[in-house]
């Protein structure tokens, strides 16, 4: 892994789930790590140029924030499959979505103010993809949801 | 749900994309929603211990950071072991998220895990464990061949400078 380096790791760790709320979070960082401040700002800088960092900033739980989240799965045929990701990825409630190796090879998550919000616009993809096998597999239970990967 | 202020939804639409990476990155956001750095900070400080905030800080591409493959891997569990499996499977470190979804008569799988590890063999080799450990047998493996969309949701119309 020549991009990064053991500080960048431990740089890496600390700021995915403990970045700090405080005036100056990036020399509570140095302060702890034993670096300057502008070190670990250089750092935080090149690892997000370097695509490792995707974005810092909050993720919430849509359903605090009046929302509701789904995951959908489509059945798409090969030939199919540019104008049926462009049409559903034209949803900016549609955050993800993959091509996965299986009968239903579309998989992707939605997030509305409400389900009926949710089920007209799938009703909508399919009329315009001619696409009808969506499947819409809210979540009944929460059991784990981490985004903390130990470098 | 959670009554939120319009000062806290303007918060919330400021912190939803990327912030700065700069040395006073919420003075900066402070001053673009005309509070103070303080009370920003106070009041990111109330979203996260209400619970609105799930988690603040970095998010990464892990197919860039040691984790290159990652499967969903959907499990078939008796309706009655759902509660035990799922928190047996939660309790693995490899498995990022953990959910139960209602099964369909197309699709009939009820609990929905993600595993990332360093290749595909790794990520076979962790369900074959969960499904040792959970005596689930009935499970299919959906391995990612092409990201389509990845952003983080917009819940609230950002502030205009």
């Not at chain 1, 600390?14 to 702890?32: E, G, H, K, M, W």
């Not at chain 1, 389900?115 to 993809?125: D, G, T, V």
């Not at chain 2, 990520?123 to 952003?151: G, M, N, P, Q, W």
Request: glycine fraction near 4%.
């Amino acid at each position: 892994m020549p991009l990064m380096d053991d500080i960048d790791r431990a740089v890496l760790n600390r700021i995915q789930s403990d970045f700090p709320i405080t005036s100056r979070p990036y020399l509570s960082i140095a302060n702890d790590i034993g670096l300057s401040e502008t070190d670990v700002l250089n750092r935080v800088v090149r690892l997000k140029e370097a695509g490792i960092i995707r974005r810092i900033g909050g993720n919430f739980f849509p359903g605090k924030l009046g929302f509701v989240s789904t995951l959908c799965a489509a059945k798409v045929p090969e030939d199919k499959i540019s104008l049926f990701a462009e049409t559903v990825n034209h949803y900016p409630g549609v955050t993800h979505n993959y091509q996965r190796d299986n009968n239903f090879n579309i998989w992707f998550t939605f997030i509305a103010p409400s389900m009926e919000e949710i089920e007209s616009n799938l009703e909508k993809i399919s009329k315009e993809t001619g696409i009808t096998d969506i499947l819409n597999l809210p979540a009944t239970k929460l059991f784990k949801v981490k985004a903390h990967f130990d470098l | 749900m959670i009554n939120l202020t319009e000062l806290e939804k303007k918060i919330i639409a400021s912190i939803q994309g990327d912030i700065p990476i700069t040395e006073r990155p919420f003075l900066e956001i402070a001053q673009r929603l005309g509070v103070t750095e303080e009370t920003l900070l106070e009041k990111l400080q109330g979203l996260s211990d209400k619970g609105v905030i799930r988690r603040f800080g970095a998010t990464l591409r892990h197919q860039k950071s040691g984790f290159e493959a990652n499967a969903m891997v959907a499990w078939k569990v008796r309706e009655e072991q759902v509660d035990a499996v799922g928190e047996n499977m939660a309790s693995f470190r490899e498995v990022s998220h953990c959910y139960r979804r209602e099964p369909t008569d197309q699709w009939p799988y009820n609990i929905y895990t993600m595993v990332h590890a360093k290749d595909e063999e790794s990520c076979r080799e962790i369900a074959r464990r969960l499904s040792a450990e959970t005596s689930v047998d009935t499970y299919t493996l959906l391995f990612s061949r092409k990201e389509l969309k990845k952003t983080s949701m917009q819940y609230f119309p950002t502030v205009e400078n």
